[in-house]
Structures are given as structure tokens and as C-alpha cells.
């Protein structure tokens, strides 16, 4: 009932910025973590970023003082603004939402198709 859809994601100059979005669409009672997460290619998935509903936000350490996760939650969005991007970040980007269904007690995990970062001279 939840589908995620990326954008933002392209080909940037070591250095560079990208803004990745991730809007929610679809029935559900609540979102409760909105996050990040890479794959890189012979690399296991990882977890870039994420922001609870309370504001609380969780970063990996090689993304720190780089990366900004924030959410908005009238929009039902997600962003991560990566900045000084290195060749290391280049990786498929998926958006990944916690939700609490109408009629569940449990979250659920969903995810989007997601968008390729390709950091490159």
C-alpha cells in the first residue's frame, strides 16, 4: 500500500552536491523512520542515514559532517542533501520508510527502487 519514489540521484565531480528526495504515497496510518541506505557494487547494503519521528537522526560514520537527512512530514518526504561528495559515495541510493498500517501494530519496512550516485571525474 506504500510506494517510495527517489529522485535527485545523477553524475557529480568528486566535491560536488546532490539533493536525493523520496516522497511516500499510499495508505498508512504513520511513518516512523525515514532514512537511507547504499549498495555499492560487491559491497553489502548499508545505512546512510535515517531521522525518527522525534528529530532524532543517525548518520554512518563516513558520511558525517557531509550528509544532511531531514524529513518533512506533511509532504510525506525524505531528503538527503550529501555534500563534498567522494568517489567512495558512488552507490544505488534506496529510500527506505518504517510505516504503521492502519489496523497493524507493527511497522513495516518499505523501500524504494533506487536511484544511482555516481561520483566521478
Known amino acids: 500500500q506504500v510506494q517510495l519514489v527517489e529522485s535527485g540521484g545523477g553524475l557529480v565531480q568528486p566535491g560536488g552536491s546532490l539533493r536525493l528526495s523520496c516522497a511516500a504515497s499510499?495508505?498508512?496510518?504513520?511513518?516512523?523512520?525515514m532514512g537511507w541506505y547504499r549498495q555499492a557494487p560487491g559491497k553489502e547494503r548499508e545505512l546512510v542515514a535515517r531521522?525518527?519521528?522525534?528529530?532524532?537522526?543517525n548518520y554512518a560514520d563516513s558520511v558525517k559532517g557531509r550528509f544532511i537527512v531531514s524529513r518533512d512530514n506533511e509532504n510525506k518526504t525524505v531528503y538527503l542533501q550529501m555534500n563534498n561528495l567522494k568517489p567512495e559515495d558512488t552507490a544505488v541510493y534506496y529510500c527506505?520508510?518504517?510505516?504503521?498500517?492502519?489496523?497493524?501494530?507493527?511497522?513495516?519496512?518499505?523501500w524504494g527502487k533506487g536511484t544511482l550516485v555516481t561520483v566521478s571525474s
Open positions: 531521522v525518527i519521528r522525534d528529530g532524532v537522526t
Open positions: 499510499g495508505i498508512f496510518f504513520r511513518m516512523d523512520v
Open positions: 527506505n520508510v518504517v510505516v504503521v498500517n492502519w489496523g497493524e501494530w507493527d511497522g513495516r519496512d518499505y
